[in-house]
């Protein structure tokens, strides 16, 4: 069970999640509704799914992923998940910096919101949420594994519900996988119920909204 619980921490490692969501997104079928939302990233070229999703792996995955090792071999850190709550200030503020930065990239690259909402807002989720939980991670070492399952689950229901079908089976695969990444952390004590619900509850809100209500024009 340690080891199955390990697995899915490092299959549902937070700086995955972002790139979990625009995958379902483009690549699971669904149908915009064109009365009242007409982004789709199911609808986007080929092209434009693949430039997109590869600025995500830069930016949310390989780079901070690099940044945490460079930090932990220098023993900045402990270890490379942050474990010690006192350690987590620096890598959250490298993270929130590439977060800004895909965003401001997103901005400046393609302007007028000629993609659709959810590539401008998802990077702009992240910059909330590691905002919030620097200030929260004062008091209580708040799950970032939580936070990366609230991450896909408010994506996923944001763009779920603008569009006129979608895949209902999608929308219970990610309650599972959060179910499972919460699990995994408390098996393994790293984290306490209140800290893990708080980090999901919190980042699945946030990301909800900053996705649902991100302004089209």
């Not at 004062?138 to 689950?153: D, M």
């Not at 979608?166 to 699990?183: M, R, Y």
């Not at 708080?198 to 909204?209: E, I, K, N, R, S």
């Amino acid at each position: 069970m340690k080891i199955a619980a390990e697995i899915l921490s490092w299959i549902f490692l937070p700086l995955l999640m972002p790139v979990y969501g625009l995958l379902i997104a483009m690549y699971v079928p669904s149908n915009q509704d064109f009365l009242f939302n007409e982004d789709s990233l199911y609808f986007l070229s080929e092209e434009a799914k693949k430039a997109v999703l590869y600025m995500f792996i830069i930016f949310s995955v390989v780079a901070p992923g690099l940044s945490f090792v460079i930090l932990h071999k220098r023993k900045i850190i402990t270890t490379i998940d942050m474990e010690n709550q006192r350690e987590r200030n620096i890598p959250m503020f490298i993270t929130l910096t590439y977060c800004l930065l895909l965003y401001g990239l997103f901005i400046f690259k393609a302007q007028n919101n000629i993609l659709p909402k959810y590539i401008y807002a998802l990077p702009l989720s992240g910059v909330c949420i590691t905002v919030v939980y620097t200030y929260i991670n004062r008091w209580i070492k708040i799950s970032l594994h939580g936070g990366g399952a609230g991450i896909l689950t408010g994506f996923t229901f944001a763009y779920a519900i603008e569009q006129a079908e979608f895949q209902f089976w999608i929308l219970i695969f990610v309650i599972i996988a959060s179910g499972l990444t919460i699990s995994s952390r408390l098996y393994l004590e790293k984290h306490t119920p209140k800290e893990v619900y708080t980090g999901w509850a919190l980042a699945t809100f946030m990301t909800f909204m900053v996705n649902y209500f991100y302004p089209i024009s």
